[in-house]
């Protein structure tokens, strides 16, 4: 079993839509928890950390929810400059886990 | 601030041929410095890591090596390519204690 895992999409969807991913990880001793966005052919960037009362960075919503090891991902009101691949990160024994990503396309 | 320099950005080598890869860190000291790969169709795999000079540490058993001879300082290394070392690297820095890490630009390896 993998330790993180990922739909690993596409997403294809309007402007303006909501969209949801999620993400599992196996390893329960896992400290703390991300999202990265990275655009094709570029590094990795932190978009934003995972916190167990869930935070909101605009119109960014993740959660955690360490009971069923399971993390979330809201895009509301999705722009074209948020096509891009999302990848699910687990801290675990001091280093980064990293998902596969799931790709989000965004279309006019 | 921080920067984080990798290079070269792109790279094509032939099979057997030897590799270095060099990255650099500015503006912090004694920061944990990691070496990831992506390979077509894969997720990031981490390969080594290092807390300080001349300490390194190896995720996964292969033909590449890294070596840590200045505290900003990070070099990925391969006596003999194979054409599977074809991939994108990346260099990435955490601080000590740190939880996220800071990307470097990458280098995408082709092997024919």
């Known amino acids: 079993r993998k330790e993180v895992e990922q739909d690993p999409g596409p997403f294809n969807v309007p402007e303006g839509a909501t969209v949801a991913f999620n993400c599992t990880y196996s390893?329960?001793?896992?400290?703390?928890f991300f999202w990265y966005r990275q655009d094709c052919r570029k590094e990795p960037k932190l978009l934003m950390s995972v916190y167990s009362s869930g935070n909101e960075d605009g119109r960014f919503t993740a959660q955690l929810n360490r009971a069923s090891q399971y993390i979330s991902l809201l895009i509301r009101d999705s722009k074209l400059s948020d096509s891009a691949t999302y990848l699910c990160?687990?801290?675990?024994?001091?280093?980064?886990?990293f998902g596969k990503g799931t790709k989000l396309s965004v279309k006019p | 601030s921080q920067t984080i320099h990798q290079w070269p950005a792109t790279l094509v080598q032939p099979v057997g041929s030897p590799l270095s890869l060099e990255c650099t860190v500015e503006g912090t000291s004694n920061p944990n410095l990691y070496w990831y790969r992506q390979a077509a169709g894969r997720g990031l795999q981490l390969l080594f890591y290092?807390?300080?000079?001349?300490?390194i540490s190896s995720e996964v058993p292969q033909n590449l090596s890294a070596s840590r001879p200045q505290d900003r300082q990070f070099i990925l290394s391969s006596k003999k390519l194979l054409l599977s070392d074809s991939g994108f690297y990346l260099c990435a820095w955490s601080p000590t204690g740190g939880v996220g890490y800071t990307f470097g630009s990458g280098t995408r390896l082709t092997v024919v």
């Open positions: 990160v687990a801290r675990s024994q001091g280093n980064l886990i």
């Open positions: 390893n329960s001793a896992s400290q703390s």
């Open positions: 290092s807390v300080g000079i001349g300490q």
